[in-house]
C-alpha cells in the first residue's frame, strides 16, 4: 500500500514574512494521514527548514544542480541543499523545461544528483495542450521517464517520486478529469511494471496542475493517484491542509 504525499511547490512566491506566516499556519493544522512536504524558494530554505524540525513535514528544493561543485554561477548543488535539509528535490518542472530549456538529459542529470546525495527527486513529467491534441501524451511521458531510466536505471526510479503535470493544466485552473489523470498515471505505473513490478507497485506518482480543496478528493481517490504536487493552492495553509486531509 502505497502512502499519500501532498507536496507545496512555491514557486517564486512570497517574502520571508509570507513564508514564516505559511509555515506556521501549516504547523498549526491538522493534515490527516498524508504526509506533506513543502518546497519553498531556495534563499527560505534554511529558514523553512529550522521552523519544521521535530514537525515530521519534509522540506524540499525546487531544483538542483546536475553538477557537484564548482564554477556554475546561481546554481545549487545536492550538497548543499541536503545540508539545508531537504529530502526531496523537483526536477524537470515543466516550468524549467519550457523557460528554462532544459533538455530531457539535463533534467536525467539533475534526478542522479539528488539520489547521489540521499535527496528523493519528484520527477514531474507531462505533456503541453498541443502535444495532447495531437494525441502524443504517453509518447512525451515515455521520453521523458526514459531519459531518466538511461542514466539512473529502476533502481533509480525505486528512490524516487513522480509528478505528472499536464503542462495545460498548471496554474490555469483548468484541472484533468479525475479519469484523463489516472489513465496517464496507469499508462506510467505499467511502463514500470515491464522494467520491474515490484518498483511499480511502491512508486508514488503525485498529480499536480491545479489541484484544490474541491476536487482534490475525487483525483485522490483514483488508484493510481497517490498525491499531489500543489502550486497555487500550497500558498494558503487552509487549502494546503484541506488538500491534504482529503488524500
Ligand atoms: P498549480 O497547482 O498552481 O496549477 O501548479 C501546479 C504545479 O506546477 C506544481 O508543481
Sequence with gaps: MRSSLIAGNWKMNGSLQSVIDLVEGIKAG???????????????LMKVGGMLAETGISLGAQNVCDREAGAFTGEISAAMLKECGCSYAIVGHSERR??????????????SMALSAGIIPILCVGETLDEREQGVTETVVTRQIDAVLDLCGIEGIARAVIAYEPVWAIGTGKVA?????QAVHAFIRA???????????QVQILYGGSMNPSNAAELLSQPDIDGGLIGGAALKADDFLAI???A
Aim: aromatic share 6%; hydrophobic share 45%.
Design 177 to 181: 478529469t479525475p479519469g484523463q489523470a
Design 30 to 44: 491538522d493534515p490527516g494521514n498524508a504526509e506533506l512536504a513543502v518546497c519553498p524558494p531556495a534563499v527560505f
Design 191 to 201: 511502463k514500470l511494471e515491464q522494467l520491474d513490478s515490484g518498483v511499480a507497485q
Design 98 to 111: 519550457a523557460l528554462y530549456l532544459e533538455s530531457d538529459q539535463l533534467v536525467a542529470a539533475r534526478f
Design 244 to 246: 491534504a486531509q482529503s
